[in-house]
């Protein structure tokens, strides 16, 4: 356990807190990681690598390990669930925006893997489980973080303490931040399964958004098995939506020739749309879940999260000898702009296309959305904002 106080102490042992934890113990900086969870967690709900997320984990040899323990996806498409491909979206279109001008497939429980891998080759970093944030205290000088671990209540000190526990974070709760937005009125029903849905739905991407205006679906395929996402009815239990009799009820309704298929993971979660009103308040930061939240439709959640854990993390590197919380308030400037501006604005646009139920509505929208695939240029620019490339260099002009 570390006693000095000249440290950053991170709440949340996640994608978003370990990257945060990986590059400031790069630089020199002691980090001691605080998690509430026993160890790693096998969590699936995060599978998709977006371009400069792939290259900001190059830096740290990650994005290898990323690639040979995933899938590249180098297109993914809006589909018709009756007719087939709308508008299919090559990101080689951004070969000079990127080194990777491809989406990666990989769950994010084996980028916590490869991350501690590299943390543990760092001599002043210490990830500690089982420990779950309960108060935070802060003054002039640093921050004090209360932990309630298996032996009784842990205090820690540190310089600056970065909340990333994800959407309930007691961080954020502690220090009264608000978290206002709106809770979708369906729940998400992801099912993992190894069908082959290439083998029956023709010219199929590795990452499909269906429309429809009765039963929107995704799908999206990783290196060993197709993950489906699913809209269900929260007034019908979740026992009864993760039944096997629901479950094959929705997978015949995806594919008739699917309704026996094995499955091998069920998830079912309420999906918000929330933003915090500050991700700063004196010496404590909010990154990832922690700071924002939106529906998966697009991927950016947990890239989002990355880019926050690494622009705090230049930041604090920058500024670790001014010591100056005032000068970090570029970090909420930047960041939060492109979670309010960018990702909520995009992944409830997504919805909208794939839920569309007014047949004149839902027809323009296709239609936009042909015209623009078929356009390279129109295609890039869209890859540009999608792929979050554009929000990016956005916020890097922010002072």
């Given amino acids: 356990m570390a006693l000095d106080s000249n440290?950053?102490?991170?709440a949340g042992g996640g994608p978003v807190g370990?990257?945060?934890?990986?590059?400031?113990?790069r630089a020199g900086i002691p980090v001691t990681v605080i998690e509430k969870g026993d160890g790693p967690q096998h969590d699936l709900r995060a599978s998709t690598f977006h371009p400069p997320t792939l290259d900001m984990l190059d830096e740290f040899g990650i994005t290898p390990k990323l690639i040979e323990h995933g899938l590249i996806a180098p297109t993914w498409q809006?589909?018709?669930?009756?007719?087939?491909?709308?508008?299919v979206f090559d990101l080689g279109l951004l070969k000079d925006d990127t080194a990777h001008p491809y989406r990666v497939q990989c769950e994010q429980w084996k980028l916590v893997g490869?991350?501690?891998?590299?943390?543990a080759r760092l001599p002043d970093v210490e990830v500690l489980h089982g420990h779950a944030l309960t108060s935070v205290e802060q003054d002039a000088a640093g921050v004090t973080v209360t932990a309630e671990a298996a032996d009784g209540p842990v205090r820690f000190a540190g310089r600056w303490l970065v909340g990333a526990e994800g959407a309930r974070s007691p961080t954020r709760k502690t220090?009264?931040?608000?978290?206002?937005?709106?809770?979708?009125?369906?729940?998400?029903?992801?099912v993992s399964t190894p069908f082959l849905f290439e083998d029956v739905f023709p010219q199929l991407s590795p990452i499909n958004y269906m429309s429809d205006p009765d039963e929107w679906l995704v799908l999206l395929r990783t290196r060993d098995f197709w993950r489906v996402l699913i809209p269900a009815d929260p007034n019908a239990g979740e026992e009864h939506l993760l039944s096997d009799a629901f479950v094959r009820a929705a997978l015949k309704r995806v594919h008739a020739t699917a309704e026996s298929a094995p499955t091998l993971h069920r998830t079912l979660y309420p999906v918000h749309q929330r933003v915090a009103s500050t991700y700063q308040a004196g010496r404590v930061f909010l990154a990832g879940d922690s700071a924002h939240i939106n529906n998966p439709l697009g991927g950016m959640g947990m890239n989002g999260g990355i880019h926050d854990a690494l622009e705090l993390a230049r930041l604090l590197v920058e500024h670790w000898v001014a010591d100056d919380p005032e000068r970090l308030g570029v970090y909420t400037r930047r960041r939060r702009p492109v979670a309010y501006d960018e990702v909520q604005a995009a992944t409830l646009r997504n919805r909208q296309i794939l839920n569309e139920r007014d047949p004149a509505v839902r027809n323009a929208r296709l239609d936009d959305l042909r015209r623009t695939g078929a356009d390279p240029?129109?295609?890039?620019?869209?890859?540009?904002?999608?792929s979050m490339i554009l929000g990016l260099r956005q916020a890097a002009t922010v002072q």
């Fill in 377 to 386: 240029v129109a295609a890039r620019n869209y890859l540009l904002k999608s």
């Fill in 114 to 119: 490869f991350l501690m891998d590299e943390i």
């Fill in 7 to 10: 440290r950053v102490i991170i």
């Fill in 175 to 190: 220090l009264g931040i608000g978290f206002d937005g709106m809770t979708l009125p369906e729940l998400f029903l992801v």
């Fill in 78 to 87: 809006f589909r018709d669930r009756a007719t087939g491909p709308v508008a």
């Fill in 18 to 25: 370990l990257v945060a934890a990986l590059a400031l113990g």
